[in-house]
């Protein structure tokens, strides 16, 4: 790891929905002693909307544009863990703020293991259907599948890769610490 990465006090998560983002980030922060901030939750706070709301009522592309505007944001403070989006990578600005401005960790968990703990979501706009209903076991596979394959390339570009399927919260934020302290933060 470059002696830059080091120095950097951002740390953002990234991985597809339902890998943990939202659920390590803030006990990771706590740890840390840094802040935490979960992006869809910053743009719900800023919108007055949720994000299924914002998707069905302003679409994908003023999401997509409102997120790279929070992550710019965020990009310019320091000592945040930061949760991003399932896609967040996939805007390549953002993915290039993130990588500049942070150690970028994946959190990496199998599609089946993802597919287990999304069948049941239906705040989730990607998993629904045109009319915002949760999708059938048999197309939600299909959507988490092409998504997983879309997405993993971008994702295992990231500085770390922690693996979480079927790991303890605490045991995954613990390997997050040691492995942040043996390169130097």
Same mark, same amino acid.
Do not use: C, W
């Given at each position: 790891? @470059?002696? @830059? ?13 339902? =890998?943990? $983002?939202?659920?390590?980030?803030? +006990?990771?922060?706590? &740890? ?12 719900? !706070? %800023?919108?007055? $909307?949720?994000? $299924?709301?914002?998707?069905? =009522? ?16 965020? @990009? ?6 930061? @949760?991003?989006?399932?896609? =967040? ?23 089946? /293991?993802?597919?287990?703990?999304? !069948? ?40 770390? &890769? +922690? /693996?979480?399927?079927?790991?303890? #919260? ?6 997050? #610490?040691?492995?942040? &302290? %043996? /390169?130097?933060?």
């Amino acid at each position: 790891m @470059s002696e @830059s990465l080091q120095r950097k006090t951002l740390i953002y998560l990234t991985g597809f929905m339902g =890998s943990g $983002k939202s659920t390590i980030g803030p +006990i990771l922060a706590n &740890t840390l002693g840094y802040e935490f901030i979960d992006i869809d939750k910053a743009i719900e !706070q %800023r919108l007055g $909307k949720s994000v $299924k709301e914002i998707f069905r =009522s302003e679409g994908a592309e003023f999401f997509r544009t409102t997120e790279r505007d929070v992550i710019e944001e965020i @990009s310019k403070r320091d000592h945040i863990v930061v @949760s991003l989006g399932g896609g =967040s990578l996939v805007e390549p600005a953002n993915f290039l703020r993130v990588k500049t401005s942070g150690l970028l960790i994946y959190l990496e968990s199998s599609p089946e /293991h993802l597919l287990k703990r999304l !069948q049941h979501k239906s705040d989730r706009p990607v998993l629904a259907d045109s009319e915002g209903d949760r999708l059938e076991y048999g197309a939600l596979r299909e959507r988490v599948m092409n998504l997983y394959r879309e997405r993993e390339p971008i994702y295992a570009q990231a500085d770390l &890769t +922690i /693996h979480t399927d079927q790991k303890k #919260v605490g045991l995954t934020v613990d390997e997050i #610490v040691k492995r942040l &302290t %043996r /390169h130097g933060r």
